[in-house]
């Protein structure tokens, strides 16, 4: 996807920050809107947003999928459009995926040209949050503070369709104190996938179950990601093993939401699956 | 527990699953293949090769008819005989037909999943042949009785002590769990086959359409006895394994060795022009090359062309982490992995006959950075999804379910107060069972049954939003 070259520095930005994290993460949101205005970006946020059609695509949906985008189009591309916002910005690179790389193909199948235009145009605007910060903005180092250990994980869409790898792992390299170790099979998926967690969740749990193995083996304390989607399929793992290590939004982490240590190295894992912790706790 | 490739998709998956010697014998193998392939790849100008790879085999494809027509002049000039078969039962009657003819009582095979694709092993044992598989990998699951569970590994499935036993149960072989002592046993028994048939059967790697040249790819030189030794040789090739020339089918050669295994090149690359002419010393009487559509170029009409630029490598199932996890039987016909989940359903004269595959992967995307002719696979399964719910294969609470949601996603107000309920609802559960939720009715226990799920956030993003704003008086 071609993108954009902005000549000046963008000054306001539309937050697409996605139904997921909306309604389940709302720190997310929280942390990724404090970042942008941290590094004196305005933060608009179209109130009429809901979810991007991504579920409905994903399984075949695509009527669904369109009548979802087209919504989608109608709200954030008049605000690009008019030269309200220079850009749009997700903290999750699948929806990021869904809205950039997937709404043009399917109106170009529906033959809605149009749409398809304005889908293009309105991707080459459209950044993923450590992409627009790395990247539009020029961060190497938020000023975020946390000590402990960290690893990270690609999240599929972010890594292989948007292409989005270094902007993350540079960001989290800035974090003072935070020391950051390799996970073994990094790149293999965690076993999210939608419904595919649900319509295949033997498969989609082993996948993840073979994640939590090596991020326990990584001695991490953390897993760090840029989507909240593999984050709760990973945490609900995790959780469900007894397994003490938990999966992190990277806006969090960049926005100091954790406090300033992930886990005191004499304090023990909190072992019992029995009793686990709330993850936003 | 062994994965039974007739039972119905959930139950082979859950085989699978349940198979712990599966998933090391696997994901040890996929490992090794993959780290082999990123080595090899790299050690050329591995992006560039796939770059020239597509676009060879994307050339052949808008030109494929004149292609075909090319090979099969050639290789009628050459003295072979050239047979068109529209389906399997075509394609299984040419083969026997031809055994017939020749009383070719033994039948000696080199490894071919075209060959799968028409269960020629079963029709030719039908009309009182014996088939031998020759590849060693096809010969240890042949005395198995399995189908192969991976396109260039077909025994992968299996750990080096479940292929002891089955030596030690089918060829007698004394107790050993040295690789070398039974590959010397089977080497042995081998021999005497390839002495003693009358018919030779191979697939083919790719055909030279300017020389009308057969090229099979091997590790054990099994292919060239097959081609050589007995006086009748059939090859059955899909029509859309032709490359044009020479030099193309060295490129191919390339990209197929360094993703396959991860060699520069294979051991044997055995051609095949045409039989034994006048003076020559060996080389079979006859050659008949059966040119099987079974569904190709239905594929093509309709969609799927992309899934023809295949060069049946085996790196896509390596890298894919659900192949790791269920191995090859689980995905129930000849193909399996990602390309397996696209073209099974894609060949088959009715989609919806295999409707769970384009189901049976999450879309990661790491089977297409490891196709040498970067296939987008992610794509052709969605694509397979979308057919599917335009034929009405889904399942029709699902499809309820999705018209459902993209309405209540639709407004805004009902958005906020489908949220709000769940916050409220789910908080109140989770609080119930201490902190997150452990059980979820039907479908959502497809999610519970493994993994627990946190509540709802008590307040949305869009309403600290909202706060904020008022706190600021903007609103």
């Not at chain 1, 919504?71 to 008019?82: D, G, K, M, Q, Y």
């Not at chain 1, 910060?133 to 690609?154: E, F, M, R, S």
């Not at chain 1, 840029?226 to 290590?245: F, K, Y």
């Not at chain 2, 397996?340 to 189901?359: D, R, T, Y």
Request: hydrophobic fraction near 40%.
């Amino acid at each position: 996807m071609h993108k954009a070259s902005f000549e000046q520095r963008p000054k306001r930005v539309a937050l697409f920050v996605t139904c997921m994290v909306d309604m389940l993460y709302p720190g997310v949101g929280i942390a990724a809107c404090e970042l942008l205005e941290k590094n004196d970006v305005e933060v608009v946020f179209p109130e009429e947003q809901t979810c991007c059609g991504q579920p409905a695509f994903n399984a075949g949906y695509r009527d669904e999928a369109r009548k979802l985008a087209r919504r989608f189009l109608s709200i954030f591309a008049p605000l690009v459009e008019s030269g309200e916002v220079d850009a749009v910005v997700a903290p999750s690179g699948s929806c990021a995926t869904m809205t950039s790389h997937f709404f043009e193909p399917i109106f170009q199948e529906s033959q809605e040209t149009e749409l398809a235009h304005q889908a293009e145009r309105l991707a080459s605007v459209t950044f993923e949050l450590t992409e627009f910060l790395v990247d539009v903005l020029g961060i190497v180092d938020t000023g975020a503070q946390l000590q402990g250990k960290a690893t990270y994980h690609p999240c599929c869409h972010l890594y292989r369709e948007l292409g989005v790898d270094r902007q993350p792992r540079t960001l989290l390299d800035g974090v003072e104190g935070l020391e950051v170790v390799d996970l073994p099979h990094a790149d293999d998926c965690c076993g999210f996938g939608g419904l595919f967690a649900i319509k295949n969740s033997g498969i989609s749990a082993a996948m993840g179950r073979a994640k939590a193995t090596n991020a326990e083996q990584s001695g991490a304390d953390a897993i760090v990601l840029c989507d909240v989607s593999c984050m709760t399929h990973i945490n609900g793992i995790l959780s469900r093993e007894g397994i003490a290590c938990r999966a992190h939004h990277i806006a969090e982490i960049l926005n100091n939401h954790l406090g300033s240590t992930l886990r005191p190295p004499s304090q023990p894992a909190p072992a019992q699956a029995d009793h686990p912790r709330r993850w936003g706790d | 527990m062994q994965v039974d490739i007739h039972a119905p998709y959930k139950d082979r998956v859950n085989q699978a699953l349940n198979d712990p010697n599966l998933r090391v014998a696997v994901s040890k193998a996929t490992d090794r293949m993959t780290n082999a392939r990123l080595d090899s790849m790299g050690a050329v100008e591995g992006q560039q090769l796939r770059t020239q790879v597509r676009k060879m085999k994307e050339h052949v494809l808008s030109n494929w008819p004149d292609y075909l027509e090319q090979l099969e002049t050639n290789l009628t000039r050459n003295g072979c005989t050239v047979h068109w078969a529209a389906g399997i039962d075509d394609a299984q009657a040419i083969v026997k037909e031809i055994a017939l003819q020749n009383s070719a009582n033994l039948v000696v095979k080199a490894k071919s999943m075209a060959t799968e694709e028409i269960h020629l092993n079963h029709a030719l044992e039908e009309a009182g042949l014996r088939v031998v598989e020759t590849d060693l990998g096809e010969y240890i699951i042949q005395l198995a009785d399995e189908p192969p569970s991976h396109i260039v590994a077909p025994v992968i499935h299996k750990r080096l002590e479940e292929i002891a036993e089955v030596f030690q149960e089918k060829l007698d072989m004394p107790p050993t769990r040295e690789p070398t002592k039974m590959t010397s046993l089977a080497r042995a028994r081998l021999r005497e086959e390839f002495f003693a048939a009358g018919m030779g059967v191979s697939g083919c790697n790719f055909a030279i359409a300017e020389t009308g040249t057969i090229c099979i790819v091997t590790n054990e030189g099994n292919g060239r006895m097959v081609s050589s030794m007995p006086r009748v040789y059939v090859v059955v090739m899909g029509i859309e394994k032709l490359v044009p020339t020479v030099e193309d089918a060295f490129l191919q050669l390339q990209a197929l060795c360094r993703s396959a295994t991860g060699q520069q090149l294979t051991v044997y690359c055995s051609m095949t022009s045409g039989p034994r002419q006048q003076g020559d010393v060996d080389g079979p009487e006859q050659v008949h090359v059966v040119l099987l559509d079974n569904g190709r170029s239905r594929m093509l009409a309709r969609g799927y062309g992309e899934a023809l630029l295949c060069i049946r490598c085996g790196a896509c199932l390596n890298a894919c982490p659900v192949y790791q996890e269920i191995g090859g039987h689980a995905y129930g016909g000849t193909y399996n992995g990602p390309i397996g989940a696209v073209i099974s359903p894609a060949l088959a004269p009715e989609i919806a006959q295999f409707k769970e595959l384009p189901h049976a992967t999450s879309l990661c995307g790491a089977c297409r950075e490891a196709c040498p002719v970067k296939i987008d696979l992610p794509r052709l399964l969605l694509d397979l999804r979308s057919d599917l719910v335009q034929e009405g294969a889904s399942p029709k609470p699902e499809a309820w379910g999705i018209k459902s949601y993209a309405s209540l996603m639709s407004s805004r107000r009902m958005y906020e107060n489908l949220g709000k309920m769940a916050s409220i609802g789910s908080n109140l559960y989770a609080g119930m069972s201490g902190g997150n939720i452990k059980f979820m009715p039907p479908p959502l226990n497809g999610w519970t049954a493994y993994r627990d799920f946190a509540p709802f956030a008590p307040k949305s993003f869009r309403e600290w939003w909202r706060q904020r704003d008022k706190l600021r008086g903007r609103s």
